[in-house]
């Protein structure tokens, strides 16, 4: 029996992927690592430095009145 169904994984580090392709080895399951990551480069790097920016405490708080202007 066969599948169209796709899962997507996304392991932390090299430890859980190592796992996760000796699993589907020993389930005969066939599988493929992704060459390049599905976001662009520029959106991940915005995403990273907002974090950081939080991190650092760098926020600005907008009252509810004023969200719209």
């Known amino acids: 029996m066969k599948t169209d169904d796709i899962i997507l994984v996304k ?4 430890k859980e992927m190592d796992v996760i392709v000796a699993f589907l080895n020993a389930l005969n399951i066939e599988f493929k690592a992704a060459e390049e990551s599905l976001y662009d480069q520029e959106f991940v790097d915005k995403i990273n430095k907002s974090r950081q920016q939080v991190k650092e405490g760098k926020t600005v708080k907008i009252s509810l009145d004023d969200i719209w202007k």
């Open 11 to 14: 392991p932390a580090n090299k």
